[in-house]
């Protein structure tokens, strides 16, 4: 099937309405993604014809119910190239997969143990270890960024030791739109026994991801962001590994017996889905996967890298106009900040919003990569499969009325 | 948010502070200095009290922000420097209600002078927190200045413990 970006955005009925009448130019996609109507669809199918709860009903409703969520979960394992759908965990969102593991995981860790990030993680890959280390006594330590906006791997030998237990890095950085290489961290952190967790938040969306290839142990994101409902992430991880962790979140679902003293657990995935999960959401989610892999990952992530460069060229055409991260279309996704000298980005954003034109403006939830490149808060355009050049021309425009406005 | 609208949001007064803030910097003597910071953007603002005989002698400010709050902190100065305290505190409270109108009130222009620009910033909750950054400092910054019982005597000694840092998360909904 040929990529036609046209065709694909007939599918998004948000892409047709204005703002403050202008064409909406949505470009925001790595914050969340807008959904088709194959999406919304399903949602409203589920909720008028076939919901109840799952995995407790024998009737007719909630058998219907249990096999699409637990169809979804299927789905979602053969998307990204996991063993058995058995290493498919649903969680609420990229940040609960990433405290399941710093929870679940964590609790085996104590003082001499080692967890190491990076510098360009979002808040929701530092804090859980931050916590975690704080309980445990264990040392947090970290990958620099370059001034290029890429992981500085020269220090990977030390950093990564016999006491790192968990590295736990970003695949595809949400503010400067790095992608990670990740086999020298993966070599480096099997050599010395060490976990590798990958927070996939914007790769999966975006790229062809295959947890095989990539021979990692644990990776989160979360279904928002690649045209799925909000409410619904991912934990995958390898299967002996997950049968190892003890529980999470207890409650309902995830128990074999409970006696009033003493409770056994179910195996993975149920083991860390206690309570009511969210069944629409996750149904939802497998008709979004269904949807990219019509369309195929490979011309998602060709569209993206068209629109990049599109973006880049015409961005460094703006006055004043610095971008952070890599300004070349190569180990990069589309997902550009940038300062515009002058004018803060909470003013950059308000003014763009004036043409229709919606960016995200602030710290992105990873001010330490603010920090590292000496600004409080950045402006940020992200792109996905529903994006074309006219809306980077809106873009354009619209910063040099910033400009204008600020002169 | 429409072009009409854009100009109303940025007033040329508004624009005027923000390019040339008045009494920027910090200085010294102070009784009491506050440091807020909006984590949704990560705007940060330090401002110092000096207190003398119940008067705000001065307030002195550094940060960094958008237009919105560092014009807030450029007409704060304007409005409270050198007014009794009660008088400071009610033009502060003042600027609460203004901010916190959508939009639909009719501010007091004697009372407010310059302030009455940001009527139009009212009307953007996501900008409201902006334009309350230094005024929420000063009213934290002011408090603690005069129960230090330094404007009293006059002394202008710098309390150990009279610095503090808030986050203005209250309600305003971060992300992250």
């Known amino acids: 099937m040929s990529f036609d970006v046209e065709k694909i955005r007939q599918d998004f009925p948000i892409l047709d309405r204005e703002v403050n009448g202008y064409p909406l130019a949505y470009l925001d996609s790595a914050n969340t993604s807008q959904k088709p109507r194959q999406v919304l669809d399903v949602l409203d199918e589920h909720y008028s014809r076939h919901n109840a709860n799952v995995a407790r009903s024998v009737h007719t409703l909630g058998t219907e119910s249990t096999e699409a969520y637990e169809g979804a979960r299927a789905k979602v394992a053969t998307f990204i190239g996991a063993g058995s759908p058995d290493e498919i965990v649903f969680t609420k969102n990229s940040t609960e997969a990433i405290n399941l593991v710093a929870y679940s995981y964590g609790a085996r860790l104590g003082p001499g143990d080692e967890i190491v990030i990076s510098e360009m993680e979002h808040h929701s890959n530092i804090v859980p270890w931050q916590l975690l280390c704080e309980r445990t006594g264990a040392t947090l330590r970290w990958f620099g960024v370059t001034d290029e906006g890429r992981l500085d791997l020269s220090t990977l030998d030390t950093l990564v030791n016999e006491r790192t237990k968990l590295v736990s890095v970003v695949h595809m950085s949400n503010t400067l739109g790095t992608i990670n290489p990740t086999e020298e961290i993966t070599r480096?952190?099997?050599?010395?026994?060490?976990?590798?967790?990958?927070?996939?938040?914007?790769?999966?969306?975006?790229?062809?991801?295959?947890?095989?290839?990539?021979?990692?142990?644990?990776?989160?994101?979360?279904?928002?962001?690649?045209?799925?409902?909000?409410?619904?992430?991912?934990?995958?991880?390898?299967?002996?590994?997950?049968?190892?962790?003890?529980?999470?979140?207890?409650?309902?679902?995830?128990?074999?017996?409970?006696?009033?003293?003493?409770?056994?657990?179910?195996?993975?995935?149920?083991?860390?889905?206690?309570?009511?999960?969210?069944?629409?959401?996750?149904?939802?989610?497998?008709?979004?996967?269904?949807?990219l892999t019509a369309i195929g990952m490979p011309a998602i992530a060709e569209h993206d890298r068209k629109i990049t460069t599109y973006a880049l060229d015409a961005l460094s055409t703006v006055e004043g106009l610095r971008i952070f991260g890599p300004t070349v279309p190569v180990g990069r996704g589309g997902t550009i900040s940038f300062d515009l000298a002058g004018v803060h980005p909470h003013d950059v954003g308000q003014v763009l919003?004036?043409?229709?034109?919606?960016?995200?403006?602030?710290?992105?939830?990873?001010?330490?990569?603010?920090?590292?490149?000496?600004?409080?808060?950045?402006?940020?355009?992200?792109?996905?499969?529903?994006?074309?050049?006219?809306?980077?021309?809106a873009l354009v425009r619209g910063l040099n009325q910033v400009r204008k406005v600020f002169s | 948010m429409t072009q009409p609208q854009l100009d109303q949001l940025y007033q040329e007064i508004i624009l005027d502070?923000?390019?040339?803030?008045?009494?920027?910097?910090?200085?010294?003597?102070?009784?009491?200095e506050a440091h807020h910071v909006n984590p949704t953007c990560g705007d940060e603002v330090t401002l110092r009290v000096h207190m003398h005989d119940g008067a705000v002698q001065d307030v002195s400010y550094d940060g960094m922000g958008c237009s919105i709050s560092q014009a807030a902190a450029s007409v704060l100065y304007d409005l409270v420097h050198g007014r009794r305290l009660d008088e400071a505190l009610r033009r502060q409270e003042a600027f609460v209600t203004l901010m916190s109108s959508k939009g639909q009130a009719e501010p007091d222009e004697e009372l407010l002078e310059d302030a009455v620009a940001f009527a139009g910033v009212a009307k953007y909750p996501a900008r409201v927190k902006c334009a309350l950054l230094p005024w929420m400092a000063f009213k934290d910054a002011a408090a603690r200045a005069a129960a230090s019982g330094a404007d009293e005597g006059g002394a202008a000694v710098k309390r150990p413990g009279s610095s503090g840092t808030v986050t203005a998360a209250a309600n305003l909904g971060s992300e992250g």
């Open chain 2, 17 to 32: 502070h923000y390019k040339h803030p008045h009494g920027r910097g910090l200085r010294e003597p102070y009784e009491a």
């Open chain 1, 353 to 393: 919003d004036t043409v229709g034109v919606q960016v995200r403006v602030g710290h992105h939830c990873a001010r330490p990569t603010c920090v590292r490149f000496g600004v409080p808060a950045m402006t940020r355009a992200s792109f996905y499969l529903y994006t074309t050049t006219e809306e980077i021309d």
């Open chain 1, 188 to 291: 480096r952190a099997h050599e010395v026994g060490a976990l590798v967790m990958l927070d996939c938040s914007q790769s999966v969306p975006h790229l062809p991801v295959n947890v095989a290839a990539l021979d990692v142990d644990l990776i989160a994101f979360t279904g928002h962001k690649m045209l799925g409902p909000t409410g619904i992430g991912v934990l995958w991880g390898r299967s002996e590994l997950l049968a190892d962790l003890p529980p999470f979140l207890a409650g309902g679902s995830m128990i074999e017996t409970v006696t009033m003293e003493k409770t056994t657990f179910m195996a993975p995935p149920a083991r860390f889905e206690a309570g009511t999960p969210p069944i629409a959401q996750a149904i939802g989610l497998g008709a979004a996967v269904d949807y």
